[in-house]
């Protein structure tokens, strides 16, 4: 089955279609389709184009809560450690 390029293996598609897909499932398939964008490709404009494909039939379903938080989460990069943040005398 083939995608397009925001969904090149179709995986959020196909992830719409399974019924009683859970969160973790749903959390999976994300991560294997953030690995599939082509190089260079603006994840979060693929996000956007996708939420609005799939999301406004479906608000409720566990894809559209992991695509936006996805969404969210990519948009605020947090420093997690290394020296600047260790205190200092």
Known sequence: MKGDRHDPKALIREAYNIG????SQCRSIFFDWALSLPAGEDTQESLKILIERHATDLPDHPMTKVMVDGQQQ??????????RSRPRD
Do not use: A
């Not at 009683?20 to 969160?23: F, L, R, S, W, Y």
């Not at 990519?74 to 020296?83: E, I, Q």
């Open 20 to 23: 009683g897909i859970t969160d």
């Open 74 to 83: 990519m948009t605020r990069p947090k420093r997690r450690g290394g020296w």
